[in-house]
């Protein structure tokens, strides 16, 4: 009995190390700025909040989130913020899908996406810059309707009218995304070639690779 009480928590004990190895955002060596994660309704309530992650209605048909919550680093927050503010006169305004993302998840996504898709999705072994709460997805709703705006794609759409270069689409979807990434690129952020909504904003490397829940952030 007590023979069979060691080998299992031997057993246990071995199976949490190895589990934890594959369970780890990868370490990076260096100095980063400390997380000030923000959450971006705190900062601006008429940010449109669709965090998809938290629905079904995402490309792996589950929600993966289990708060509807999102967060930035400050200064990406605060840019985004002022993003925001620079649409108000057009009529627009902005709609977040995604911001930090626990590595867990993007580990989700990795291991559950074919190969052919990949470039949509990051490799956990590098990281997203989600992971370290530099990354956001937007797009741009209408004021005065409430609306989102069509886009040539849709959000998380694994194919080329995802690209922010794709010629394809009405000119008035063109003109949306041309708008919003006009908008963003003023204000520090960039868009990731594959993906009209995906900007990550500058000085992204200064920050670590987090793992955090939603649940255990302020
Ligand atoms: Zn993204």
């Known amino acids: 009995m007590l023979l069979k009480k060691i080998t299992l928590g031997v057993f246990t ?5 190895i589990a934890r190895g594959q369970t780890q955002p990868p370490v990076e060596k260096g100095d980063f700025y400390p997380t000030d994660l923000v959450e971006l309704i705190r900062l601006d309530t008429s940010l449109v909040l669709d965090i998809r992650y938290a629905t079904a209605a995402n490309f792996t048909g589950r929600p993966v989130y289990t708060q509807a919550r999102a967060f930035l680093q400050r ?7 002022q993003a925001n503010a ?5 009529g627009y305004g902005i709609v977040v899908f995604d911001g930090y993302r626990p590595w867990r998840v993007t580990k989700t996504f990795w291991e559950i996406t074919p190969p052919d898709k990949k470039q949509f999705v990051a490799n956990p072994a590098q990281g997203s810059r989600h992971n370290r709460g530099c990354a956001v997805d937007v797009s741009l709703v209408n004021l005065v309707t409430g609306k989102q705006v069509p886009m040539p794609g849709a959000y998380d759409e694994m ?10 689409g009405t000119p008035e979807q063109r003109a949306n995304r041309d708008l919003l990434r006009k908008v963003m690129e003023a204000h520090g952020f960039t868009v990731y070639r594959y993906e009209w909504w995906h900007f990550d904003y500058q000085g992204w490397q200064h920050y670590r690779l987090l793992d955090i829940p939603f649940e255990e952030i302020e």
Do not use: N, Q, W
């Not at 004990?13 to 190390?17: D, E, K, N, V, Y």
């Not at 194919?159 to 394809?168: A, F, K, M």
């Open 86 to 90: 620079a649409l108000k006169p057009l």
């Open 159 to 168: 194919t080329e009218r995802s690209y922010p270069d794709y010629t394809g």
């Open 13 to 17: 004990f071995l199976t949490c190390i």
């Open 75 to 81: 200064p990406a927050a605060e840019a985004l913020v």
